[in-house]
Every structure is written in structure tokens, then in C-alpha cells.
């Protein structure tokens, strides 16, 4: 191996494969490190996203939804089953497949696109020097040109409820479970809380959700918000609101949970807790002290718009760095770094990046929520839309939620989209478009949509704010 590099990239996981796929592709002899090992012990690339987040959890979800739909809604369409079981390991063995394809698929990228892949653990030193410590054997110094640091995050712990790894668990140990534990609670009804106790509820176990908030999914639009908490409680999750959880003790194969709420202490006795409480930038053994580096207060690499830190050359991205931990923004901000170093001057809208949540019915957004627009003072109209009029869902026997579209109530100016219902994550993809290409609801309004989809929805919530949709009766009529 050489031991100059033009780019040195730490950090594997979506940010950092991106960053170093996109500087070999433009020319730069690049490296990336990535420390992580699969669970065969073997060196993995791919980070949080590929091997312990985004893929594994989808995996689960969707073989859960699979599961629940046959056994509870086949019936509904004229489909009748026998019996519909589950076989958990071949279920967790397919999720560890569906990984390892993956992975695999980032070395392959790498090798097609000449990015050195290195296992172990990168070091930045000053004057742009990388330290490597390899797994086994001696540690290397390399000296870059230009270093982008993508270590992405961990999951936070709270002191109330040590991870042991069996009774206790954080987001990875809740996608390894090898039987469906009857009783589950997860605290944090964030949106990792809310997937993985969607997961083992469809399953079969009781999960109760335990949440310091007294508001369900704050950074949500409210009609969505509640209208979602609706349907999941509907559903069996237990979401109890407003309860600090204080203090938890295994005994007995069991997990007694201590929490406070507006009663007073209570306790939840469950055989797995899953604590989602969030996550935290992981910049252990990243930096040494004359790394020129700074951390803001939260333990985030400072960075400006475009990515640079307070030394030259040098760049974080990911979920390291300040803005939502998703890795879609990690993957813009890790090729918008690598063309800056490659001379282009592209930037990232932070002002249009998608969140989901993969529940059924999915959540997804882009842009303001009313809460935000109403406390700016602009003035808005708004378009909703429900699935329940939709051609496409009622056929799919799918017809929980809304799509309501967010404008300016001047310029017509779409401010935010927000989706409740099936597929939302793909439909809000479409609206990352329009306000990518800062377009009115009226030149949604205009543009043609294939019939019946459930993309359909948005054509007529776009409508529906100057009163125009066909397929409900307008709130507002308009000319
Ligand atoms: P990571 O993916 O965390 O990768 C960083 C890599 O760097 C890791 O492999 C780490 O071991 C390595 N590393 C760190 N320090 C060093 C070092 N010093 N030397 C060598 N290597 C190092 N996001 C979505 O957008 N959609 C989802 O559906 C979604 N679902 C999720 C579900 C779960 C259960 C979890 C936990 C997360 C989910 N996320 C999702 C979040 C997503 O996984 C992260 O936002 C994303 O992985 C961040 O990418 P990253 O490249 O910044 O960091
Ligand atoms: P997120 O940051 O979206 O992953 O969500 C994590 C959630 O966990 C937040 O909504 C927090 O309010 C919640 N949370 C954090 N600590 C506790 C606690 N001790 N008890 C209950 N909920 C908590």
C-alpha cells in the first residue's frame, strides 16, 4: 500500500463510502478506513446504515409487515391462509443476508472505482497525517492531501437503563433477537423507537413505548402527529407519554422498569427493554490533541455549509457533523466535499432533506410543518388530501392517512409536504423535487400524474390548496 494518498476518508458507513466513490471518480487516489467488523468478526464497510440501521431495520420491518398482513388482513381481500407462523432465526438470517450483500457490494464499489479500503482504525494527526491501526499488526502513518472525517454515531445510553446486551439492548441488540419476547418496552418514541417496537408488536410481542415528552413526535406536523398516534395505538403499541424513565433492574430473566409520570413512580415489568433514546456523534479515538479539529457542544466535529472543519484540507460529514443524523444528508454532504476537492462548487440544500419514518402507515416529510410557518408569521394555505379517497389505496385495501401540502399563500411557493400513509416514503421524494425546483402548488396542480397510484394523492392535496382537487369536496371553493 502507498503510503500518500490525495483523500483519506474515515469512516465507511454512507457519508464516507459516497465522499471516497465520488473523489476516485473524479481522478483523486483516494483511501478510506472503516474499523467496524460484521458479525462473522470479519471487516465490514458499509457503516451504521448498512450493517446495524437503515437496511437491517427495513429488513425486519418489512418482513413483520408481511407477517401481519397475512395473518391479519389476507382475510379482508378473499385470501384465506391456514395458519401463518414465524421462524425468528431464518427471519434474522435472511435480515444478516440481505447486510452481507450489501457490504459486500461497498468493497465491490470500491474495487471497481480504485478506493483503497482499509480495515482498522484512522487516527488524524496534524499536517493532514492519518495514523492506521490496523486489526492485527503495526500501525501506519499516511500522509493525505485532503482528509474527510465520516465516523458517523452511536447510540446514546442513559444511566437508568445499562445496555447488558441480553435483557437490555440498544437498536442493534433489538435486531438480533432470536425469539419474540412477549413483553417488550422501548424507551424513546422517536423514530428508531417507533420502527423497532413497530417491529416486535407485529410480531407478536405486548411493547409498551415510554417517552419523557408530553408530545408525540414533536418535529412532526401536528395533524400527522396526532393523527399517526391514532393509528399506532390503534394498532397495540402502548405509547405512554410524558413518563421519565428513572431507573430499570434485571431479576429473574425479567427487566422491572422504574418510571415517573403525572401519577407519580410506576413500573413496567417486560422480558427485553430496547432503549432508543437517540444517538451521539462517535468521535472516539478519532482526533489526536493537535488534530486542529474543534467539537462544538454537543460533541459534533464543527463544520461550516460546506463541510469544512476548523483546519485546512480538512472536511466532516455525516452524522458526525451538525443537522438531522440521516444518511441520505451524510451521502449529499460526502460527494458535495468531494467535487469542492475536485475544484466543482456544488452545495447542499439542508432546506429540503427528507425524514421517514418506516412505520405502517409510513411517515414522511420535507420542508416546514404548520407549526413552524404559523410561528414565522408567513402567510400559508394549505391542501390535504386522504388516502381514503384514493382510487389506488382503497384497491390495495391501504387507505389509512392524508397528504397535506404546505404553501405560500403569495407566491404560491410549496413550504413543506407531509405524508401520512402507505408508501409515503416514495411519494415524498417527488415533493423533494418540486421544491428543489422551487415549484408552486399550482405547477403541481398542472402536472400530470399516472392513474391510479397512490402518488395521486399529492397531485390533488397540491389542488386542493386553492380549492381545485376533483376527487374530494374543497374545504375552500375557489374559482
Ligand atoms: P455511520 O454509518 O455511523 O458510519 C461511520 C463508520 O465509521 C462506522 O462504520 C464506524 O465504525 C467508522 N468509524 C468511526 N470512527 C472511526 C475511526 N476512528 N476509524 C475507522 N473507522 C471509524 N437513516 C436514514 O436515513 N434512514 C433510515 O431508515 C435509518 N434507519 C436507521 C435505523 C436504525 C436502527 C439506526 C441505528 C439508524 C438509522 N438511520 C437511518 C441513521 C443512519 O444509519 C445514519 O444516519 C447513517 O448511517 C450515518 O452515516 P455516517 O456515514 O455519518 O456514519
Ligand atoms: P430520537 O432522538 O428521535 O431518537 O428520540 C429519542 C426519544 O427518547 C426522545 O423523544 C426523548 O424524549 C426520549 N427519551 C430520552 N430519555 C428518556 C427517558 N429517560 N425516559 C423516556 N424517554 C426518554
Not at 458507513?13 to 468478526?41: E, M
Not at 484512522?122 to 500501525?139: M, S, T
Not at 441520505?328 to 468531494?338: D, F, L, W, Y
Amino acid at each position: 500500500m502507498s503510503d500518500n494518498f490525495d483523500v483519506v476518508v474515515i469512516g465507511a458507513g454512507p457519508a464516507g463510502y459516497a465522499a471516497a466513490i465520488r473523489c476516485a471518480q473524479l481522478g483523486l487516489n483516494t483511501a478510506c478506513i472503516d474499523k467496524s467488523l460484521g458479525k462473522d468478526g470479519k471487516p465490514v464497510f458499509g457503516g451504521t446504515c448498512l450493517n446495524w440501521g437503515c437496511i437491517p431495520s427495513k429488513a425486519l420491518l418489512d418482513a413483520s409487515h408481511k407477517y401481519l398482513d397475512a395473518k391479519e388482513h389476507f382475510a379482508e381481500i378473499g385470501i384465506t391462509v391456514e395458519s401463518v407462523g414465524i421462524d425468528v432465526p431464518r427471519m434474522i438470517a435472511r435480515k444478516d443476508k440481505v447486510v452481507s450483500g450489501m457490504t459486500q457490494g461497498i468493497a465491490g464499489l470500491f474495487k471497481g472505482n480504485g478506493v483503497t479500503g482499509l480495515a482498522g482504525t484512522g487516527k488524524l494527526l496534524a499536517n493532514r497525517r492519518v495514523e492506521l491501526c490496523p486489526h492485527e499488526g503495526n500501525a501506519t502513518i499516511i500522509q493525505a492531501e485532503h482528509v474527510i472525517l465520516a465516523p458517523g454515531s452511536v447510540p446514546v445510553e442513559i444511566p437508568p437503563t445499562p445496555i447488558d446486551g441480553d435483557r437490555i439492548v440498544d437498536s442493534t441488540g433489538a435486531l438480533e433477537f432470536t425469539e419474540v419476547p412477549e413483553r417488550v418496552s422501548v424507551i424513546g418514541a422517536g423514530v428508531i423507537g417507533l420502527e423497532l417496537g413497530s417491529v416486535w408488536s407485529r410480531l407478536g410481542s405486548e411493547v409498551v413505548v415510554l417517552e419523557a415528552l408530553e408530545e408525540f413526535l414533536p418535529m412532526v406536523d401536528q395533524r400527522i402527529a396526532r393523527d399517526s398516534l391514532k393509528i399506532f395505538k390503534g394498532q397495540g403499541l402502548d405509547i405512554r407519554l410524558g413518563t421519565l424513565v428513572t431507573g430499570s433492574e434485571v431479576r429473574a430473566g425479567e427487566v422491572v422498569v422504574s418510571y415517573r409520570d403525572n401519577v407519580g413512580e410506576q413500573t413496567v415489568t417486560v422480558d427485553k427493554l430496547i432503549v432508543a433514546v437517540g444517538r451521539k456523534p462517535y468521535t472516539e479515538e478519532l482526533l489526536a490533541p493537535d488534530s486542529g479539529i474543534n467539537l462544538d457542544e454537543g460533541g459534533f466535529v464543527k463544520v461550516n455549509d460546506l463541510c469544512a472543519t476548523d483546519a485546512p484540507d480538512i472536511y466532516a460529514v455525516g452524522d458526525a457533523v451538525r443537522g438531522p443524523m440521516l444518511a441520505h444528508k451524510g451521502t449529499e454532504e460526502g460527494v458535495m466535499v468531494a467535487e469542492r476537492i475536485a475544484g466543482f462548487k456544488p452545495l447542499v440544500n439542508y432546506e429540503t432533506v427528507p425524514s421517514v419514518i418506516y412505520t405502517h402507515p409510513e411517515i414522511a416529510w420535507v420542508g416546514k410543518t404548520e407549526q413552524e410557518v404559523k410561528t414565522s408569521g408567513e402567510s400559508y394555505a394549505v391542501g390535504q388530501f386522504p388516502f381514503s379517497a384514493s382510487g389506488r389505496a382503497q384497491a390495495a385495501n391501504d387507505t389509512q392517512g392524508i397528504v397535506k401540502v404546505i404553501a405560500d399563500a403569495q407566491t404560491d411557493r410549496i413550504l413543506g409536504v407531509h405524508v401520512l400513509g402507505p408508501q409515503a416514503s416514495e411519494i415524498v421524494a417527488q415533493a423533494v423535487i418540486a421544491m428543489e425546483f422551487d415549484a408552486s402548488a399550482e405547477d403541481l396542480g398542472l402536472t400530470m400524474f399516472a392513474h391510479p397510484t397512490l402518488s395521486e394523492a399529492f397531485h390533488e392535496a397540491a389542488l386542493s390548496v386553492a380549492g381545485h382537487a376533483i376527487h374530494v369536496v374543497n374545504r375552500k371553493k375557489r374559482n
